[in-house]
């Protein structure tokens, strides 16, 4: 039965009936009873609250490019999905539903809020996990996980009480930022550096008791209604006399004392500074060490409270005003000077968090982070590209206590009791009945839910069974990579490490990945707000997950983010598109072509090549191309072990799309119907199985549909390309020498081609050629396959020789040492080419002219956009570039006749 493949690949119809069969078959799902080595990625898991963007799409296509090359390679494959619950992020969404019904969680209260909030994520939560099953990913959906799943909740608690009974979680008043807008405390790695703030230095006159007055400098007048003391240094000879003395504080009438504390610096501002303990990290320490009251001024909200007197009820930044201009009324201001203010906002709303003194539950770091540093240090773990184990050593050799509470309530809840009546806590796995300290029935559990990335933290383990003792956990822990955007390095890369080495005793895994950053078009991060972002979505209806996975893979390196804006995405998704459709007409050529012409012969051939047995006939093209596979394979392997994506696409697209593709397919078709082309054809069929193979990780579903067809034709081979072995490299078919010698065979015939073009003769005209080799060893190398340049170049002869004499009326093109000659004589009309060409200079110089006015004009330079002023850098080099061709050109016609 002859064989029916279709015509062309359809993605939009395709991919969804390709995956279908994927996950009937259970082609992911992992064996924890495998003998097979293990390899294991676990997902950075989403947002329930995301949709797929242009980082997820990045992100887990090189995920799934590691997957499916080791799946096959042999080894049992574990790439674990889930997502996170997303306390601060979820809640919002839920609350800005609840504000359009005219309500809020708290008329609703906890439970009914709860409620809602687990209706939204069943409804919405799963959204972003199918938009990976779009895009090709292979994940273990079996094992889908979610950070609030009743086992993963269970692991949450083990690990917090673990923790609080070795004495590395306690409950402390400490300065936190907390976040007025979101209403919770934020740890250091949950804000955002936002440009600094044009603020003012102002200069507030203190009244000293008993005569005088101190003169102080500060950004935030509003706190001073908090303040408790005014401290200078202890060697700053200007306040020796008044240290120790009161001081009478303006608006306030309360007297506070002057102290000398080593951290205040007697260049800023008069070198006295105001202590604020309860709004200020610095000023809280201070007054630890002077023991000074902290008096807050605010309330949750970011509004003064009743501590701040005639200003209780006021926004704390029209508070600042008020303040200010009182003291300008009081006279009590001397002055207010320009100061560049920096500032931090909450990464989830954008709001300027506010430094607040908060009885708050901490993660004692340094016992946790010393091991976690040993880890990387010793090599344990390693940072691929390498720079960033700098950054990953700098956060945590110097990382402070961690603040795990917030003031939500979706999440999980800390597992801790108060004790109403001797304020004891109880901290337990299980709900307690009584205090752990007196006895009492009377306990309430701590309304404050813990960090989002304080369960995330344990996703390696916890997703596997801990603390159960699991098969899945004793098989695939540790896990094998990790690979992420390096905007998580601290809040989630280094917490696993410590998490793994604290509560596993080994390093969650071996590797991690850090993937580019992609940028707009124009080298700047993407942004919704701005409409710069791109929705991947768009991009996988408009060219197929394969061309979009492609598109992005080729691009990644390890030295610079990488740019894939609206221009970039669209030329690049073409790209793939293209060669997406290269790849399976190609496939579809060589299967009807060998269907029927000693089928048999072919797959007995194709196999003994395999195999790394010879077979009888190969010619010089076969020998190259199988010389060609064997470097691209172990090249492309090399690649994949560095985490050099971007490489292994490249070496895979040159060698299918120009090797097999346009060289060898052309130069094999001749021999595909003759008796001799037995070694042709099997060479073909080899070629395209091994290619299939190496390009199934990056562009899966094209791939599996060109297996099936090759299954069509052998119904021997396995039933998905998925579970096929991945080709391996035969070193005894590598033939440096031949692939050095084909190399300059092709360049002759690219330079025929470009005298072609550049004389515009037609493909089918017939023209003869001679090549002057550099001696006679070149020589008698290149005239052996004369005959292969002749017929993909269409050359009636071509001369090869050392020495050779260009003949008259010759285009001269150099190739690899060489010279090659082609006469043109009666082609090419010497004085009407003279003609064209000076046409074409006139032309490109006058352009050229133009663009160098204004590249010299400093206005355009200076105010015009920087891409539009390097896109008219880069023209006016084309058009120089093409003067210098044509003057080439035009010097050489002058030896014509």
């Not at 402390?172 to 936002?194: F, H, M, V, Y």
Request: aromatic residues 8%; contains cysteine; proline residues 5%.
């Amino acid at each position: 039965m002859a064989l029916d493949i279709p015509t062309r690949f359809e993605p939009a119809r395709r991919e969804a009936e390709i995956y279908a069969g994927w996950k009937k078959a259970g082609r992911f799902t992992a064996n924890p009873a495998s003998p097979k080595t293990p390899f294991v990625i676990v997902i950075p898991p989403p947002n329930v609250t995301g949709s797929l963007h242009m980082g997820h799409c990045l992100n887990n296509t090189l995920q799934d490019i590691l997957t499916r090359w080791k799946r096959m390679s042999g080894f049992e494959t574990l790439w674990l999905p889930g997502t996170d619950h997303a306390g601060i992020a979820t809640q919002n969404v839920v609350e800005k539903e609840l504000r359009k019904e005219k309500t809020n969680r708290h008329a609703l209260g906890r439970e009914k809020f709860l409620e809602r909030v687990w209706a939204w994520k069943e409804q919405y939560g799963n959204t972003i996990l199918m938009q990976l099953e779009r895009m090709g990913c292979s994940c273990d959906w079996t094992r889908t996980r979610f950070t609030m799943d009743a086992p993963y909740s269970q692991a949450i608690r083990v690990a917090f009480v673990q923790l609080y009974k070795k004495g590395l979680i306690y409950k402390g008043k400490r300065i936190i930022n907390w976040c007025p807008r979101c209403t919770t405390a934020l740890s250091d790695i949950e804000l955002r550096d936002q440009p600094d703030d044009k603020g003012k230095l102002y200069h507030i006159r203190y009244p000293i008791v008993g005569g005088g007055e101190l003169t102080v400098a500060t950004t935030r007048p509003e706190t001073m209604l908090g303040d408790t003391a005014v401290a200078v240094h202890p060697d700053d000879a200007r306040y020796k006399a008044i240290v120790g003395k009161k001081i009478r504080l303006p608006l306030v009438g309360r007297e506070i004392p002057v102290v000398a504390d080593a951290f205040v610096d007697p260049k800023f501002g008069t070198g006295a500074v105001k202590v604020t303990p309860a709004h200020d990290p610095n000023d809280y320490e201070c007054s630890q060490r002077n023991n000074l009251e902290a008096i807050c001024v605010m309330d949750e909200r970011g509004m003064m409270n009743a501590n701040a007197g005639r200003f209780a009820g006021i926004e704390r930044f029209e508070a600042r005003k008020q303040v200010v201009a009182a003291l300008e009324a009081e006279g009590f201001l001397t002055g207010t000077t320009d100061h560049v203010v920096p500032l931090a906002v909450c990464d989830r709303c954008d709001t300027i968090v506010e430094p607040s003194l908060s009885d708050q539950w901490f993660v004692k770091m340094k016992p946790l982070a010393a091991p976690a540093a040993e880890a990387v240090r010793s090599g344990r773990v390693k940072f691929v590209p390498e720079r960033w184990t700098k950054i990953y050593l700098d956060w945590v050799d110097n990382t402070r206590d961690w603040c795990v509470s917030r003031q939500l309530w979706w999440g999980h809840q800390i597992p801790a009791w108060r004790c109403l009546d001797c304020n004891a806590y109880t901290v337990e796995i299980a709900d307690p009945k009584n205090c752990a300290h007196c006895g009492s029935a009377s306990v309430k559990q701590e309304e404050d839910v813990l960090d989002t990335w304080f369960s995330s933290g344990l996703w390696p383990f916890a997703t596997l069974g801990w603390p159960e003792k699991t098969a899945d956990l004793a098989k695939f822990y540790p896990t094998s990579v990790l690979a992420t955007d390096r905007g998580i390095i601290y809040l989630w890369v280094a917490r696993m490490i410590m998490n793994g080495l604290e509560f596993m005793g080994k390093e969650p895994y071996h590797t991690v990945v850090i993937h580019p950053t992609i940028m707009t078009d124009d080298g700047k991060r993407m942004s919704k707000s701005k409409g710069t972002g791109i929705d991947p979505l768009t991009l996988l209806d408009s060219y197929g997950a394969d061309a979009t996975r492609f598109a992005m893979s080729r691009l990644v390196t390890t030295s610079q983010d990488m740019r894939f804006g609206t221009n970039i995405s669209k030329t690049k998704g073409e790209e793939g598109q293209r060669f997406m459709t290269k790849m399976f007409n190609a496939a579809r050529f060589v299967l009807m072509s060998l269907d029927g012409a000693d089928k048999a012969g072919a797959l007995a051939g194709a196999a003994a090549l395999a195999n790394g047995d010879a077979i009888p006939g190969l010619a010089f093209e076969d020998r190259w191309i199988l010389s060609r596979l064997n470097t691209t394979i172990r090249a492309v392997d090399a690649a994949l072990q560095r985490y050099e994506f971007g490489d292994a696409a490249a070496q895979l697209y040159a060698f299918a799309w120009f090797e097999y593709c346009d060289w060898y397919i052309e130069l094999a078709k001749p021999r595909l119907a003759r008796p001799d082309g037995a070694a042709a054809r099997a060479t073909l069929l080899h070629v395209l199985d091994s290619l299939t193979r190496l390009l199934h990780p990056i562009m899966p579903f094209v791939t599996e549909e060109i297996w099936q067809s090759l299954r069509a034709f052998d119904p021997k081979r396995e039933d998905s390309v998925m579970i096929a072995a991945w080709p391996k490299a035969d070193a005894a078919r590598v033939d440096l020498d031949i692939e050095k010698t084909a190399g300059t065979l092709m360049e002759i015939v690219r330079a025929v081609r470009d005298v072609r073009a550049k004389y515009n003769i037609p493909p089918k005209q017939a023209l003869a050629a001679a090549l002057s080799a550099p001696d006679a060893t070149t020589a008698k190398a290149l005239a052996g396959h004369a005959q292969l340049v002749q017929d993909s170049a269409n050359l009636t002869k071509l001369d090869i020789g050392a020495g050779i004499a260009p003949p008259p009326s010759s285009a001269t093109q150099v190739v690899a040492g060489s010279q090659l000659f082609i006469p043109l004589a009666g082609l090419v009309d010497p004085a009407k080419e003279k003609e064209r060409l000076e046409g074409a200079k006139k032309k490109a110089a006058d352009q050229a002219a133009s663009i160098r006015r204004k590249l010299e004009d400093e206005k355009f330079v200076k105010n015009a956009p920087e891409e539009l002023v390097a896109k008219e850098r880069a023209r006016l080099e084309e058009f120089d570039e093409q003067i210098a061709k044509v003057e080439k050109s035009l010097e050489e016609l002058k030896n014509w006749k």
